[in-house]
C-alpha cells in the first residue's frame, strides 16, 4: 500500500521491515546426561579426556550466555532503528498538517484527509513491526525456557552451568576412586531395602526437577534457617532425615550445629559429598534403626513426610520418639492441603508425593507416636493471588462488608498459608 505524500524511502523500509519473518531462534539447551562410570583402560582414558575438556566447559557455557544475549541485544537494536524511523516520519507528517491547519483553516481541512489516511497506514505499519518484534523475542524465551519464557532464561543458564558442575565433581570423584583403586560410589551407603522409605525417586531426575521447580535456594535456605536455627540449636545433634544435598546441614554446621544429613536418592547424596557435607546415603528408617535410643537432640525433615506411604511415615514418627532423648524436638514441614491453590499447583506439580497431609492428621499421628506439645505453624501465604477487597467510604453500604468478609474467608481457603511446620517434643525424663 502507498500514497503520494508520504515519503517513498521510509514508505519502502516500513513495508519491508513489517513483512520480515522473525529470526530463526538458536536451538534450545538440551539436558546433559549423565556418564556411567567404567573402569580399566577406556576409563583412564575418559578420565584423561574429562581433565582436558573441564577448563573450558565454564567458559564454553559462558561464550553460549553471551551470544544468546548478544543476539538478543542485535535484534532489538534493529527493531528500535527501523521503529525510530518510523517514530520520525510521523513526527513529520504531524508538522506538515499543523502547519496546513494553520494556513488554510477549517475550509481548507478536507484537502487534509489523504494526510490522516496516510498516517493511519503507517500506524497500522508499526503495529506489525510491534507484533513481529514481540513474537520474536517470545520465540526465542520459549525456545530457551519452555513453558517460562524470556523470564527464565537466567534460570534456565544457572541450571545447565550447574550440571555441567555436578559432572565435573562426578568426573573427579571417579579419577580419584580410579587412582586410589576403589568404588566411585559414595561413601558408608547403606542398601534401600525398603520401598518408598523416603524419596521413592528410582528412574526420575529428582536432582533436576528440584533445580528448575523448588527456587532461588539461597532464598529457601534463609528461609529455613530463620524458622527452626534457634530451635535446633538448643537441641543438639540434629538429624536431617532426607537431606537432599545436605545444604540444611551445611548452613547449620556453619552455625556451629552438630548436623548429619541421610537421604536415599544417590544423585543428591553425590553432590552433597562433593561439597564434603556431612550426609549419609542410606534408607532412613534403616539409619534411625541402628542409632542409639535417646541418641539425637532433634530430627527435621523438610517437605519429605508428603512423599511417605502412611505405613511409612508411622514407623518414622515411632523411631523418632524413640531416638530423641527427653525434651527433643521433631520437625516436619509440608505442604498445607488446607490451601487449595497447592493442590493445584505445586502439590501435584510433583510425581512423587504420596498423599497430602492434614495438619489435623500429623498432630494425631505425632500424638500417637508418644510426642507431646504440638505446635503448628502456618508460613507463606499466596499473597499475589488474594482477591482485593471492595474499598468504600464512611457512607459505604453495608452489604460492602459483607461481602469483603466474604472474600477473605474464601482467599484464606483458596490462598493461604502454603506450607506448615509441625513441632512436637519428646515427654521430659
Not at 285 to 300: D, T
Request: glycine share 8%; hydrophobic share 45%.
Amino acid at each position: 500500500m502507498s500514497h503520494p505524500d508520504l515519503d517513498p524511502e521510509a514508505q519502502t523500509r516500513l513495508t519491508a521491515t513489517a513483512g520480515q519473518p522473525p529470526p530463526t531462534d538458536p536451538p534450545a539447551a538440551g539436558p546433559v546426561e549423565e556418564q556411567a562410570p567404567v573402569s580399566g583402560r577406556r576409563a583412564r582414558l575418559r578420565i584423561r579426556v574429562r581433565e582436558a575438556t573441564r577448563p573450558v566447559a565454564d567458559p564454553a557455557l559462558d561464550r553460549l550466555a553471551a551470544l544468546v544475549a548478544g543476539r538478543i541485544r542485535h535484534t532489538l537494536r534493529t527493531e528500535y532503528d527501523h521503529l525510530s524511523a518510523a517514530v520520525e516520519l510521523l513526527r513529520a507528517e504531524h508538522t506538515v498538517l499543523r502547519d496546513a491547519l494553520l494556513q488554510t483553516g477549517a475550509t481548507g481541512g478536507g484537502a487534509l484527509l489523504p494526510r490522516l489516511s496516510a498516517l493511519e497506514i503507517n500506524a497500522e505499519l508499526m503495529k506489525g513491526e510491534f507484533a513481529a518484534f514481540r513474537a520474536t523475542v517470545d520465540q526465542l524465551g520459549q525456545a530457551i525456557a519452555p513453558a517460562a519464557g524470556l523470564p527464565g532464561v537466567p534460570a534456565r543458564f544457572a541450571e545447565l552451568r550447574e550440571q555441567v558442575n555436578a559432572l565435573d565433581r562426578r568426573a573427579r570423584m571417579v579419577e580419584r576412586a580410579a587412582a586410589s583403586g576403589t568404588s566411585s560410589a559414595p561413601t558408608e551407603a547403606v542398601p534401600v531395602s525398603e520401598p518408598g522409605a523416603v524419596s521413592g525417586t528410582a528412574g526420575f531426575d529428582y536432582v533436576g526437577f528440584e533445580r528448575r521447580f523448588r527456587g532461588d535456594s539461597d532464598a529457601v535456605l534463609a528461609t529455613l534457617a530463620q524458622r527452626y536455627t534457634a530451635e535446633l540449636r538448643d537441641h543438639q545433634p540434629v538429624l536431617d532425615f532426607g537431606c537432599g544435598r545436605g545444604e540444611l546441614v551445611a548452613v547449620l554446621a556453619d552455625r556451629g550445629i552438630d548436623a548429619t544429613g541421610v537421604d536415599t536418592d544417590a544423585g543428591m547424596v553425590e553432590e552433597a559429598l562433593g561439597y564434603g557435607r556431612n550426609v549419609h546415603l542410606a534408607d532412613g528408617l534403616a539409619y534411625l534403626r541402628g542409632l542409639e535410643p535417646n541418641s539425637l537432640g532433634a530430627l527435621i525433615s523438610v517437605h519429605v513426610v508428603e512423599h511417605l506411604p502412611l505405613a511409612v511415615l508411622v514407623e518414622l514418627l515411632e523411631l523418632a520418639a524413640t531416638r530423641l532423648r527427653p525434651g527433643g524436638v521433631f520437625i516436619a514441614e509440608t505442604p498445607n492441603p488446607m490451601s487449595l491453590i497447592v493442590l493445584g499447583n505445586s502439590y501435584i506439580l510433583d510425581p512423587t508425593h504420596v498423599w497430602p497431609l492434614h495438619p489435623s492428621l500429623l498432630t494425631f499421628l505425632a500424638e500417637r507416636a508418644g510426642f507431646r506439645d504440638v505446635d503448628l505453624r502456618f508460613y507463606s501465604p499466596a499473597d499475589d493471588y488474594r482477591l482485593a477487597p471492595i474499598t468504600g467510604g464512611p457512607d459505604a453500604p453495608k452489604w460492602i462488608g459483607e461481602i469483603n468478609l466474604a472474600l477473605e474467608q474464601l482467599n484464606q481457603v483458596l490462598f493461604g498459608p502454603q506450607e506448615y511446620a509441625l513441632i512436637a517434643h519428646t515427654p521430659p525424663e
